[in-house]
Structure formats: C-alpha cells, structure tokens
C-alpha cells in the first residue's frame, strides 16, 4: 500500500494495519521528511488519545492530515507505533 499527496509516496508498506476503513502505516515505513509535529490532538473512546502530523511537499501543507496513537488502549494495541492518513492523501495499492 502507499499513502500519496501532492504527487509524492509519503508512505509505501505492505504490512499496514486497517481499522474503521483507515490503512495503518508502520511508522518506519513513512518518510519523515514529510512530517511536521502538529499541536491538534483527539480523543477515541476505545483506541485513545491521538496526536497529528502536518504533511508538507513541496512548499505546500496539509495541516493534521496524518494520526498516530503514542499509547493506545489495550483494545488498539496493534496500531502501536502505525500512522494513518486523511484530508486527500490517497492511499493506493
């Protein structure tokens, strides 16, 4: 699988994690030079408290569009250390 935005692969595993339709990504697998720490975080009653990335590719952003969970619930357990992403960026075979 592949996470792609503004025509660049910010992600590429075969090894992703799906949970409520979101492709997780192992963490290794995504290019940091892509991600920026973001303030935003979110509460999910059954997998924890979920901190965001901003993506940036040449020059332009897009603000909280990847999540990870540093510490998620026992019931989230296996998206340990995975990254998922929304706001446009395509995930693809």
């Not at 699988?1 to 992600?11: E, L």
């Not at 940036?56 to 250390?81: F, M």
Request: aromatic content about 14%; charged content about 20%; overall charge negative.
């Amino acid at each position: 699988m592949k996470a792609i935005w503004n025509n660049q692969v910010i992600a590429e595993s075969n090894d992703t994690v799906v949970i409520e339709n979101n492709h997780y990504f192992p963490k290794e697998s995504v290019n940091p030079e892509y991600l920026r720490e973001s303030n935003t975080h979110t509460t999910c009653p059954w997998k924890g408290l979920a901190s965001y990335y901003n993506l940036e590719v040449n020059g332009q952003q897009n603000k909280d569009a990847a999540w990870y969970y540093p510490e998620p619930k026992a019931a989230a357990s296996k998206i340990a250390g995975y990254v998922a992403f929304w706001k446009g960026v395509k995930i693809t075979d």
